[in-house]
């Protein structure tokens, strides 16, 4: 009976010392202070360590590049490399994305962090490559929907407050889906502008 309580006791220590660990790079970001504008692209350690047994120790001019900080675990020192970057605009999927698929809107969000810049606007994209929840959405990860022809036909929706006035028209220039359009209106041929928010619709004006 002692026995089977030791082990229980010890499977208890064990659960609690892993559930208080994680990674270092999870910490740093968490409390390296770095200047209004530059954000850390990647720690450069995969150690697994208690939060309350670290403390850092930051350069004294933080900058683009990469760097190394001091870093203290339980009171022993040891040198972290950390590649910092400008802010930019990044593109995160919201879940998983498998090759092949076409990104909705719903299946990106834009942050701003250090990293590598978002290749413009997704919707429309195919993903040829799989793509991990809450991963950045690199230019090599999708193949980016082809434009659509300068007189292509197109329905177009213009937004005037909370009304709608339906009508076609023809493409001026070509268009990506997510970009500027330019449209000649078939009712009068008049030139508008606004978004082509899907293949064959533009939107005039906003909400």
Same mark, same amino acid.
């Given at each position: 009976?002692?026995?089977?309580?030791?082990?229980?006791? $010890?499977?208890?220590?064990?659960?609690?010392?892993? *559930? =208080?660990?994680? =990674?270092?790079?999870?910490?740093?970001?968490?409390?390296?202070?770095?200047?209004?504008?530059?954000?850390?692209?990647?720690?450069?350690?995969?150690?697994?360590?208690?939060?309350?047994?670290?403390? $850092? /120790?930051? @350069?004294?001019?933080?900058?683009?590049?990469?760097?190394?900080?001091?870093?203290?675990? +339980?009171?022993?020192?040891?040198? %972290?490399?950390?590649?910092?970057?400008? &802010?930019?605009?990044?593109? &995160?999927?919201?879940? #998983? $994305?498998?090759?092949?698929?076409?990104?909705? #809107?719903?299946?990106?969000?834009? !942050?701003?962090? *250090?990293?590598?810049?978002?290749?413009?606007?997704?919707?429309?994209?195919? !993903?040829?490559?799989?793509?991990? #929840?809450?991963?950045?959405?690199?230019?090599?990860?999708?193949?980016?929907?082809? @434009?659509?022809?300068?007189?292509?036909?197109?329905? !177009? /929706?213009?937004?005037?407050?909370?009304?709608?006035? +339906?009508?076609?028209?023809?493409?001026?220039?070509?268009?990506? %889906?997510?970009? @500027? #359009?330019?449209?000649? &209106?078939?009712? =009068?041929?008049?030139?508008?502008?606004?978004?082509?928010?899907?293949?064959?619709?533009?939107?005039?004006?906003?909400?």
């Amino acid at each position: 009976m002692s026995v089977k309580v030791g082990v229980l006791g $010890l499977l208890a220590w064990f659960a609690t010392r892993t *559930a =208080s660990a994680e =990674s270092l790079d999870a910490v740093v970001r968490a409390r390296l202070v770095v200047p209004a504008g530059i954000g850390i692209v990647t720690v450069h350690d995969t150690l697994d360590v208690s939060a309350e047994t670290v403390a $850092l /120790e930051a @350069p004294r001019d933080i900058r683009v590049g990469r760097q190394s900080i001091r870093v203290y675990i +339980k009171g022993k020192s040891r040198w %972290v490399p950390v590649t910092f970057g400008k &802010l930019v605009k990044v593109a &995160l999927a919201t879940h #998983a $994305l498998a090759p092949n698929a076409t990104i909705e #809107a719903a299946d990106f969000e834009i !942050v701003e962090r *250090a990293g590598t810049a978002a290749p413009g606007d997704l919707t429309g994209a195919t !993903v040829v490559r799989a793509i991990a #929840a809450h991963a950045a959405i690199a230019a090599q990860d999708v193949a980016m929907p082809a @434009p659509q022809a300068r007189g292509t036909q197109v329905s !177009v /929706e213009v937004h005037r407050g909370r009304v709608r006035v +339906k009508g076609s028209g023809t493409l001026e220039l070509a268009a990506r %889906v997510g970009q @500027p #359009a330019t449209v000649r &209106l078939a009712s =009068s041929n008049a030139i508008v502008h606004g978004t082509l928010v899907a293949v064959g619709s533009v939107v005039v004006g906003q909400d």
